[in-house]
């Protein structure tokens, strides 16, 4: 008689402790990650700070043709200078595991970035101008 005892005391703890587990509980969030293309294609970019050799030469209005960019999730984008609205049409990649941006622009003149941040709000890149500099362009991201 006790082992019957002990067995249904331990087919009931087992239930229990089974039937308490959930999989997929509806009460726990789903972690949602943007991927970079889903970032860069959000909004657009303002060109906010200009760096070359690592000293700061050009922010916010100060930037000399400051402008935008705006991703889409097609493969084009479109630059537009801020202060006379004017847009130019290009192409974009991400390369390398997103470590590189890859622009051709409409007179498809091909350059390549090598990204140092892109968060939600930030995007960051560097190239060698065309002093033999490395040049350092920081954008903000724009609803």
């Known amino acids: 008689m006790n082992s019957f005892r002990y067995t249904l005391l331990a087919l009931a703890l087992t239930t229990i402790s089974l039937g308490s587990c959930k999989k997929d509980s ?24 200009v760096k070359e050799g690592g000293q700061v030469t050009g922010t916010g209005a100060n930037i000399k043709d400051q402008y935008s960019l705006t991703f889409r999730a097609d493969g084009s984008y479109t630059q537009k200078t801020l202060a006379t609205s004017t847009t130019y ?10 470590t590189m ?3 051709t622009d409409n007179k498809g003149t091909s350059t390549e970035y090598s990204v140092a941040a892109l968060s939600a709000t930030e995007l960051r890149y560097s190239f060698t101008n065309r002093n033999g500099m490395t040049e350092e362009r920081t954008f903000s991201a724009q609803p």
């Open 89 to 98: 049409p290009g192409t974009w990649m991400l390369m390398t595991n997103n």
């Open 26 to 49: 509806p009460d726990m969030p789903v972690p949602t990650t943007l991927t970079a293309t889903q970032q860069l294609t959000t909004g657009s970019w303002r060109l906010d700070q």
């Open 101 to 103: 941006l890859h622009l």
